[in-house]
């Protein structure tokens, strides 16, 4: 393994505040499909959920942090994309689940097909498929 290589990046893990840390923690596991091991502090303040390699930490606003979804600024902006193998079984998934869809699934002109789901703070979670004929 060279010196470039074991510094080659790894993953990436957004962090969002969220208004109630217990129940931001339970809706993404029971209705996004991810799980969590702990929380951090007394009162409970910080907890990262997780699923198939991919994190996203979660934080209480005790210290005067508060939710502040990216959509807030520019209606079209996500807090995270993740990318998906199958974007229709993930969307029956969550629906399933009873998510909360904010978008179905359909084309972009960038070659994914993808949806969009919300939290209860209102983070903007897109997950995409990269079409097979993207770029050709």
Known sequence: MTAASQ????TIAPYFFVGDIIRAAEYYRDKLGFAFDRYWGDPPGF????????????RAGHDGGRPHPNRTLDEHAWDAYIWVRDANAM??????RLAMITRSPNDTF????????CDLD???????QVLENAGS
């Open 47 to 58: 907890v990262i959920v997780y699923r198939d390699g991919v994190h996203v930490m979660l």
């Open 122 to 128: 209102g983070h903007i979670i897109c997950f995409g």
């Open 110 to 117: 960038y070659g994914c097909w993808e949806f969009e789901v």
């Open 91 to 96: 969307h029956e998934e969550l629906k399933g």
């Open 7 to 10: 510094r080659d990046l790894h």
